[in-house]
């Protein structure tokens, strides 16, 4: 299984690896083949790369805006950030091109208020907003897109990537049984668990990272 983190910091290092995880779970839930329609949705998610691509092109040739991939970025940014929609739903390529416009955020904002928390939550509202205001603002369920990220960031901070150390067990005496394979067993962590997801659940296919949860409308 691919492991977001080290995807990140090999696509996209310009931007703390905690930070894009908690953006890519709530505009994409993980799903490398997302669209998202500005003003819809798609009756439902395409399967695998070939069908976002075909997807694409056909809501491109509806005159329909949308994002995709990701990051979600969106169909105006493609030419900016040398993508095209046979290249937009690799993960690499398209974590690399979402940082590039979330690190642009950050600088402007940065530029704008000096350094620290209130830029950086600037940042992510120019990331879903284009401006650093809007994605402050409470939708439906009565929270804030920057509300959502920061909230996936902290989870993201507390239950990502640890690396377990190889487990050690002792020899135990005649009529004592061991109960290291019980302690191991509580040693690793539950994989970015969320209020959406389930430790034992079934992933979709695309879902590379083990990770399918979407905090957008991305159904």
């Known amino acids: ?8 910091q090999q696509c996209a ?4 690896p905690t930070t894009l995880q908690a953006v890519v779970r709530t505009e ?3 799903n490398p083949y997302a669209i998202g329609v500005v003003g819809g949705h798609l009756v439902r998610q395409p399967h695998d790369r070939a069908e976002a691509v075909a997807t694409a092109n056909a809501l491109e040739a509806q005159g329909i805006n949308f994002s995709m991939g990701l990051g979600q970025v969106n169909k105006t940014n493609l030419a900016r ?5 046979e290249t937009a739903f690799d993960p690499c390529e398209n974590l690399r091109a979402g940082s590039a416009i979330l690190h642009d955020c950050y600088q402007r904002a940065v530029a704008a208020m000096g350094q620290g928390a209130p ?10 907003s284009g401006n650093f205001t809007r994605g402050e603002a409470a939708e439906a369920g009565g929270t804030s897109y920057v509300q959502r990220v920061v909230a996936n960031a902290q989870t993201a901070a507390g239950s990502t990537n640890v690396v377990p150390a190889i487990p050690v067990v002792m020899d135990s005496q005649p009529g004592r049984p061991t109960h290291a394979a019980a302690a191991d067993a509580k040693t690793f962590p539950t994989h970015r668990g969320g209020p959406k997801e389930r430790q034992d659940a079934q992933h979709p296919s695309w879902d590379a990272f083990g990770d399918s949860a979407c905090d957008n409308d991305c159904n």
């Open 81 to 85: 950030y040398g993508l095209t929609y």
């Open 28 to 30: 994409s839930g993980f």
């Open 1 to 8: 299984m691919l492991d977001f983190i080290s995807l990140a």
């Open 119 to 128: 830029a950086l939550r600037a940042a992510i509202s120019c990331y879903y």
């Open 13 to 16: 290092p310009n931007v703390h």
